[in-house]
């Protein structure tokens, strides 16, 4: 077998049986054409395993197909050359009768293709074009003169030859064949690159989302792995706090039920002596001889002294079991609360990272809001703060940002509101405008909020405000952002904890913490308005 033929075999896709189109490789190695293994995945897709048609490796998850470049370059550059073999060896010499040899040109005058033994010995004279081998050489010659053409005309698009240049075409502008095919290339290689171009390009946006798909199967393979170990030591964690209990309630059972036995022994045999003392009471209260009944004891001798006496001090408490011999549900009551902090943990954690220490920037609060010392808190106030006018700062709405911004990631905070004022908590790009209208939380396309007016909760963004129809009893908010994934939502830190809404967008700035506080008048009196931050 011949090196080129050996080629080739290496070239071809084990599906189609073609040379590799546009190859993509498996993590087992093996090369495809990426619409042949395409198909193949996707008629795997019901089985939930995916599998290399050729090694039948498995997959778990669709599997990552990796662009093979050197090998794309390679097929492509053999299939030019296969095809520039097949233009040349599909076409002869016309003057080699005995066997065929491949041509080399043809000449359009003789209208013969010639090999370089033939081409050495042919005629140079001018009419004699030469031109690359070609089959239709009767096509290269004039239909009306019969003549070779050798010039084309750029107002009428045809090929003409010498004649026509001065007669049928005569005033209008021509070019040598050669010349007009070289303009024509000059702009088909313009073309070219730009195709180049935008086939990277395009090539590129198809590596960048192949590997956002990649990105997304691992991401979504660790959340599946951590909620399954999360679940699993919840469960772990709630049948060693199961048994805990149970051998406690088990154990005090045992101990109260022997104590309680004991007693139980003890107060039978009282009541055998109180019977048998009460059958001797009766028998002399049944005699009829009277020397006999004063003979026995006093009644009151027939009772134990110290029995006697022993009630008096207990009060009867030797017939009754104590308190302190019930169970322990302390012990129980401090296990259950166990549990139950296992089950507030597992509620709290929207998110498994820590909240975000967001302090407040003092140089974009408006005038009209006080900021604490420790910038966790702003509080509406009257009395306007002597504080400078800048472009930071905010001017018209009493409204402040953290100093802190996020560009990644995934975080929240914690806020807590006044609950007879208004207030409304959010975030917002830094490019957000700083006077009029437009620079309310909200009221824009650069940020996103949840407004509290009037008992009454909405959330807004690009002046959209959603009204949210249920009831919300508490007066703290959870905030969580998610950069990559593009959202951000808010929820009600109750118990349950409870989710409100998400804004979903494709963040482009770094998102600040944005608060703002209203002025709220009832009855003639100020009411207090502020918001805390809180974790």
């Known amino acids: 077998m011949s090196s080129s033929a050996i080629l080739r075999d290496e070239l071809l896709c084990s599906i189609c049986l073609s040379t590799f189109k546009d190859p993509v490789m498996l993590r087992c190695g ?25 090694c039948r490796e498995e997959f778990q998850q669709w599997p990552a197909l990796t662009r093979n470049i050197n090998l794309h370059n390679v097929a492509e550059r053999f299939l030019i050359t296969q095809q520039e073999k097949e233009e040349i060896t599909g076409i002869c010499c016309t003057y080699c009768v005995d066997s065929p040899v491949p041509a080399v040109r043809s000449c359009l005058h003789c209208e013969a293709s010639l090999c370089d033994k033939h ?3 042919h005629s140079k004279s001018p009419e004699h074009v030469l031109s690359d081998p070609s089959t239709s050489l009767e096509k290269r010659k004039c239909s009306v003169h019969k003549k070779v053409q050798i010039y084309y005309c750029t107002e009428d698009a045809a090929f003409i030859c010498i004649y026509c240049s001065a007669r049928e075409h005569q005033g209008h502008r021509f070019e040598l064949l050669d010349e007009a095919s070289e303009k024509r290339k000059k702009k088909l290689r313009n073309v070219f690159q730009k195709l180049t171009t935008k086939r990277e390009e395009t090539e590129e946006r198809v590596g960048n989302l192949e590997e956002r798909r990649r990105k997304a199967q691992e991401k979504a ?9 999360l679940c699993t030591d919840i469960r772990r964690r709630v049948d060693d706090l199961e048994k805990k209990l149970l051998s406690e309630i088990s154990r005090q059972e045992k101990e109260e039920s022997l104590s309680l036995s004991a007693l139980i022994h003890q107060l039978e045999i009282k009541k055998d002596e109180l019977s048998r003392k009460m059958r001797h009471i009766e028998e002399l209260c049944n005699m009829t001889d009277p020397l006999t009944v004063l ?3 006093d009644t009151g001798d027939l009772c134990d002294p110290e029995e006697e006496g022993g009630d008096e001090d207990t009060g009867g408490h030797d017939e009754q079991p104590h ?12 296990t259950l609360h166990t549990l139950c902090d296992v089950i507030s943990g597992i509620r709290s954690g929207i998110y498994v990272e820590d909240p975000a220490d967001i302090l407040l920037d003092e140089t974009t609060a408006a005038n009209n809001l006080l900021i604490s010392d420790d910038l966790k808190t702003a509080t ?8 400078p006018e800048t472009a930071e700062r905010f001017q018209g709405y ?5 100093r802190r911004g996020f560009t990644s990631g995934r975080h929240y905070w914690d806020v807590e509101g006044s609950r007879s004022g208004n207030w409304m908590v959010g975030m917002c790009y830094p490019s957000i405008v700083r006077r009029g209208r437009q620079s309310l939380i909200g009221n824009n396309n650069k940020s996103w909020s949840l407004e509290r007016y009037n008992n009454e909760y909405s959330v807004i963004h690009d002046w959209e405000v959603i009204r949210l129809p249920d009831k919300i009893s508490s007066d703290r908010v959870r905030i969580c952002l998610d950069y990559e994934a593009g959202q951000l939502s808010f929820y009600e830190l109750y118990d349950p904890i409870r989710h409100l809404h998400t804004f979903t967008a494709t963040f482009s700035e770094p998102l600040h913490a944005a608060l703002r506080v209203y002025w709220r008048k009832v009855n003639g009196s100020y009411m207090d308005s502020w918001v805390r931050i809180t974790g």
């Not at 093996?30 to 050729?54: A, E, K, M, W």
């Not at 509406?380 to 504080?387: A, C, D």
């Open 295 to 297: 003979q026995e004891p």
């Open 380 to 387: 509406w106030t009257r009395e306007k703060q002597k504080r």
């Open 30 to 54: 093996h090369n495809f054409c990426r619409v042949c293994i395409g198909r193949v995945l996707d008629t795997q897709d019901g089985s939930g395993v995916y599998s290399c048609p050729d």
């Open 119 to 121: 081409l050495r010995v």
């Open 323 to 334: 308190d302190g011999d019930d169970l322990d549900v302390a012990v129980i009551s401090h």
């Open 221 to 229: 393979a660790g959340e599946a792995e951590r909620v399954t170990a």
């Open 398 to 402: 009493n409204q402040v940002m953290s």
